[in-house]
Structure formats: structure tokens, C-alpha cells
């Protein structure tokens, strides 16, 4: 029996600046998307901003941003093509930092066990030496 893959959602929240609030739900990449994308962020031109976005759109599972009325936007391409490159280029910074952060420990309880107690340690002179 195998080990499936099972891909980890990261969910990215913005808790200051322009994006204030907003919380964007992503699907973990793969090694080679994340080249891919390493690469993309090198290309200054529109192609590599173009794959970027795609891949976002791709991996972008959920989030919580509203048009002016206040109705919900879909995780969608077309969503993301209404916003400016600055809430893109936030997405891939926090998206690439979380994907690869090493997760913390889970929490362990702590028995705030006192500190150990100190033993005399025996002084007994050395024996001479059978040299001298």
C-alpha cells in the first residue's frame, strides 16, 4: 500500500495595508511548478507575470474579496485579471513563503517540572601517580 498525496491548503491572511482583511485559500505546488514559477518571477516580461498569474488562478481555492456592491468574487482568472499587479504580486510573496516554511511543532503541554537537583560531586584526592 501507497502513500497518496493529499495536497495542503495554505491560507493566506493580509492582516495590514491595502488588502486589510482579505484571506486567499491556496492549493500547495509542486517542485516543478515552484521552478516554474522561481523562473516566471526572473522573466520581467508579460509572459512570466502572465504564468505567474495562471498558476495563482490555477491553485487559488477559495477567498473573501468582494466587488464595490460587496458581492462576493469568484476564485477565479477572470477575478483576478480586475486586480492590480501590487495584490498579485502579495498573493505570490505570502503563497511562496508559506509553501516553503517548515511547519511548527504542534504545541506540547508543558509540566513546568522544577529544575533537577544538585549532587555533591565526591572531591576525593587523586591517588599518586606510579610513575613518579
Not at 17 to 35: C, F, P, W
Not at 39 to 58: V, W, Y
Not at 82 to 88: F, G, Q
Not at 106 to 129: R, V
Request: aromatic residues 4%; negative net charge.
Amino acid at each position: 500500500m501507497g502513500c497518496k498525496r493529499n495536497p495542503k491548503h495554505y491560507r493566506l491572511k493580509f492582516v495590514e495595508g491595502d488588502y486589510e482583511g482579505l484571506e486567499v485559500t491556496m492549493r500547495s505546488v509542486s517542485i516543478g511548478e515552484m521552478r516554474a514559477m522561481q523562473g516566471a518571477g526572473e522573466d520581467s516580461g508579460r509572459d512570466g507575470f502572465d504564468r505567474l498569474a495562471d498558476l495563482i488562478a490555477s491553485h487559488m481555492v477559495a477567498w473573501n474579496r468582494e466587488d464595490e456592491d460587496g458581492s462576493a468574487l469568484p476564485p477565479t482568472m477572470a477575478s483576478l485579471e480586475d486586480e492590480e499587479p501590487a495584490l498579485v504580486n502579495l498573493i505570490i510573496d505570502k503563497w511562496m513563503s508559506a509553501v516553503a516554511s517548515v511547519s511548527a511543532p504542534l504545541e506540547q503541554p508543558s509540566n513546568s517540572g522544577g529544575s533537577a537537583p544538585e549532587e555533591s560531586i565526591p572531591m576525593a584526592p587523586l591517588s599518586p601517580s606510579l610513575a613518579s
